[in-house]
């Protein structure tokens, strides 16, 4: 029996691994390098030797019985997620997980027009890095399905915490898109993202899908502004769309083109999971407390 594994063991994964090792469950976590096997262990999480892009070293996982946990990103370029593709190929019809949650992100929406979107809106991703993770979901879920393995995906838009600001693009004087042309954008607190892992794992509904957001979106610029406060930088200068167009990287830009306000009622009535740090206010005090 191993209780838990976490494939992407970074930092949501060691948060979550700290949640579980304080129930008393045992922890292991995949890791591809001496740097991560080294962190594992200092965490008390059993590191398992293993590289999603090297599907040979994923044949001794540790998965019968397990709660698998899946945190791991596609790789950076191409429309599909090979990395899920080689996990669930790695898993024996014999050594079941008793359970998957996918972090998968809101991306999958495509741009909704600043409308407010539940998990019943059908993905319609416009760029590769969100049909990658609509890939990353199909392919769970049919492995699921077919295997009869319990999976809930939580869609996660910007993670932010302590050690997670924007400061380097903020020390930069890098612009922001001016207040009215700015996008809505949708955060959770990195501490909101570990416990709903674990709410999901332990109430999850078989296959469903959850917005996992502090239900409080505000514009991208109001986000870079109230962290420039936060930090105490000089909030950054503000520009015109077309002058974005110019002037910003082309990942940025995709960014900017898609706006949605994530409806989390799900999150909270199914998961049973009240964000600490429902709002902006709240969770950046968390950060200038941790400084
Ligand atoms: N940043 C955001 O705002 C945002 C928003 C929505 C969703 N997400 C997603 O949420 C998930 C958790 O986020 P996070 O902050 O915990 O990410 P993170 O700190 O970057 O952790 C990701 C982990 O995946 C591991 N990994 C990557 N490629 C791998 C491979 N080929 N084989 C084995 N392990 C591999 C990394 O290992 P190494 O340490 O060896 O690199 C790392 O430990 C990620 O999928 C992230 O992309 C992020």
């Known amino acids: 029996m191993n209780p838990v594994l976490i494939i992407g063991c970074g ?31 200092t965490l008390g999480v059993r590191p398992i030797d293993g590289d999603l892009d090297r599907a040979d070293s994923l044949r001794e996982l540790p998965v019968g019985g397990a709660l698998v946990y899946y945190f791991a990103p596609p790789p950076p370029t191409g429309q599909t997620d090979p990395r899920m593709a080689a996990f669930v190929a790695a898993l024996g019809a014999a050594d079941l ?26 993905p319609h991703p416009q760029s590769d890095r969100a049909r990658r993770r609509l890939s990353g979901e199909n392919i ?27 400061e380097q693009r903020l020390r930069e004087g890098q612009p922001v898109l001016r207040e009215q042309d700015a996008p809505y954008s949708n955060r959770i607190h990195a501490d909101d993202l570990a416990r709903a ?19 409080h979106p505000t514009t991208m610029t109001d986000y870079f502004h109230r962290v420039a406060d936060c930090l105490g930088l ?13 002037r910003l990287s082309a990942g940025m830009l995709s960014y900017l083109a898609e706006s949605r306000r994530l409806d989390n009622h799900k ?4 998961l049973g999971l009240e964000p600490l740090y429902p709002d902006l206010a709240s969770g950046l005090a968390s950060c200038q407390q941790a400084q």
């Open 267 to 270: 999150m909270r009535e199914e």
């Open 140 to 166: 769970l879920r049919r492995w699921g399905d077919s295997h009869e393995v319990p999976v809930v995906i939580l869609r996660v838009p910007g993670i932010y915490g302590p050690g997670r600001l924007p």
């Open 11 to 41: 930092d949501i994964g060691r948060r979550v691994a700290a949640l579980e090792r304080a129930q008393g469950v045992s922890v292991s976590g995949l890791a591809r390098s001496r740097q991560a096997v080294q962190r594992l262990k």
């Open 97 to 122: 997980p008793r359970r998957v949650v996918l972090i998968s992100t809101t991306g999958v929406y495509g741009d909704c027009q600043g409308a407010w979107v539940t998990e019943d809106r059908p």
């Open 234 to 246: 000089p909030r950054p200068p503000e520009i015109t769309l077309a002058q974005a167009r110019e």
């Open 197 to 215: 892992c674990v709410a999901a794992a332990r109430r999850g509904r078989p296959g469903a899908v959850y917005n996992v957001s502090d239900g």
